[in-house]
């Protein structure tokens, strides 16, 4: 089996399972009401930022901080969506199953990521999908909104990487979805400290993921930034295989 056929098998499993469904809703639901509320509330300002002077159009006060929301959710998402990854099919005993049909560590690990991975990023093209549809009547920054997007797109890739990581070594979903919370507020509060002593470099704020989202969020995309992401994924999903192939090693 490859990592296409491993990644079809899980992704019929979300089809099949009431988890992604709802959770999908609900982060559907939640955006689609503050998207309203922030497009109402730019609409009853609009005469008067205009009166003032202030040249922010609809990509900057509505658009951005909007999609910025959607952080929270993938907070929530991507730990959920992969806790029963490895340690669900750990737990049911049909871990050893894959190994017998001779799926290799590497194709077992990356086809569940990416079909965890590829539903969040539907959930995210729906989502993006409202603002654009306004473009008829407004006229949006396509490079800031481009940026975001990417932003977020990485956002998802790494922090589903790390649900992986975490369900690769934990022998229950419950506690899989817990590591890859504390992972996750490990790498969002990890320059607080360092903020709140007036620091803005160091270590601790080039490991913070805020450091290296929130730019995107504001149309800017660097190479630091995209090198970031691009070691944490890496690291996560390395790790993931390691421990995978080490159990395939003993014979699960």
Known sequence: MSVRAVMGYEWCRLWTRPLGW???????????????????????????????GNTSGFTDLVTLPWLALFVIAAFVLAPLLTMGALAGERRGGTLPLLFSAGVSPTAVVLGKYFAALLWQLLILLLLLAMPVVLAVVTHPDWGKLAAAALGLTLALAALNAVGVACSAFAGHPALAAAGAFVVTALLVGVNKLALADGAIGGIANWLALSTHLQPMGRGLVSTDDLVWFALLIGTALLLAIRRVGDERTRGG
């Open 22 to 52: 709802v959770l999908a809703a609900l982060t559907m639901a939640g955006m689609g009401w503050e998207f309203l509320l922030m497009l109402n509330q730019y609409l009853a300002l609009q005469v008067r930022l205009a009166a003032a």
